[in-house]
């Protein structure tokens, strides 16, 4: 392992730590100001994490103020484990950028309602354990 390869780690780490953290703590305030009859701290960071990550996508790329190790700490690490929803977001975004309109469509779509089928599965399965 060189340490190009270990700053790399270092840099993900780093924010995966401080994005896990964040999420919790957000997500925990939200819940205890708007009460627990709708999923506010998951939508919270959900929506926070999406502007997050199209402002750090931007910086990044069409900026230039975030160098390769602060994209892999701010995007990768603190973005990922605040909310993979954001990626969800970028990627999505990416293929409309990129002109594939129906991929990206078919991203939420699939990802939506597959994720929700697959969840229900797990459930049921975990059930008949």
């Known amino acids: ?55 750090l996508s931007c910086l990044a790329e069409k900026k230039f103020l975030v160098g390769p190790e602060m994209k892999l700490l701010l995007m990768i690490g603190f973005c990922g484990a605040f909310t993979t929803f954001s990626t969800f977001m970028l990627e999505t975004s990416n293929l409309m950028k990129d002109g594939e309109t129906l991929r990206a469509f078919l991203n939420v779509l699939f990802s939506v309602a597959g994720g929700f089928l697959l969840f229900r599965l797990g459930v049921l399965l975990g059930e008949i354990i």
């Open 1 to 55: 392992m060189g340490v190009a390869f270990l700053k790399k780690i270092l840099a993900i780490a780093i924010g995966s730590l401080t994005g896990g953290f964040a999420r919790y703590y957000l997500a925990g305030a939200a819940y205890r100001v708007f009460g627990t009859s709708f999923p506010y701290g998951t939508f919270a960071v959900n929506l926070l994490g999406c502007f997050l990550i199209g402002l």
